[in-house]
């Protein structure tokens, strides 16, 4: 299994990287503009996003969209030690510094915003099974958070690339309710019916 998920984290991250710069910001712009349409997210009042870095899906256009239509915007911040995410507002994408492995979050000093207030949740993954099962990049940041929000919409957010027919799953894998990539989003729910 390890291995399976090593080779594909591999494969799909060279097909990143490889991505031209113009056309990962057309691309990221387009899967953007599906979700701010998608009436799940126009309905949602508290959002939590993340910042795409390196060769992932761009974000920046998304959050700054998000904040000017008013959404009380959050972003992930990891707790390396418990291995876990604290979900911080933000009122800019200025208030993201490079942190934790190269990551762009939250100041700690940020207003903490509970899991209970979340409406709707995006998701990062490397790859996306098209029933919603995500490799991340191994370390359970986004597993741990997802179990505890089951009932909270979640969405997946990459380039139709990054979603492949399954990935190997292991038990206590939660899978997102929805993938939005530049195609549009689509409904992963009745795919996992009976697992």
């Not at 604290?86 to 942190?99: E, F, Q």
């Not at 998701?123 to 958070?145: E, I």
């Not at 919409?153 to 190997?168: D, K, R, T, W, Y």
Request: glycine share 8%; aromatic share 8%; hydrophobic share 40%.
């Amino acid at each position: 299994m390890n291995d399976n998920k090593k080779n594909l984290r591999r494969r799909i991250i060279k097909w990143r990287d490889d991505l031209d710069p113009m056309m990962r910001n057309r691309l990221s712009v387009a899967a953007a503009q599906h979700l701010l349409a998608w009436p799940l997210y126009r309905q949602a009042g508290t959002v939590l996003l993340f910042a795409g870095v390196r060769s992932e899906i761009e974000t920046e256009f998304l959050t700054r969209r998000s904040l000017d239509l008013g959404k009380r915007v959050a972003m992930p911040r990891c707790v390396p030690a418990t291995r876990e995410l604290l979900i911080l507002k933000i009122k800019d994408w200025s208030d993201l510094k490079p942190s934790y492995f190269g990551l762009l979050e939250p100041s700690g000093s940020a207003p903490v915003v509970p899991l209970s207030k979340l409406d709707l949740i995006v998701v990062p993954g490397v790859a996306f099974s098209t029933g919603g099962y995500r490799v991340g990049y191994g370390a359970g940041y986004y597993d741990r958070l997802l179990a505890q929000l089951k009932n909270i919409p979640s969405v997946g957010l990459a380039f139709e690339f990054q979603i492949v027919s399954s990935v190997p799953q292991e038990a206590h894998d939660v899978p997102v309710h929805y993938l939005a990539t530049e195609t549009g989003v689509k409904d992963c729910r009745n795919l996992n019916q009976g697992r």
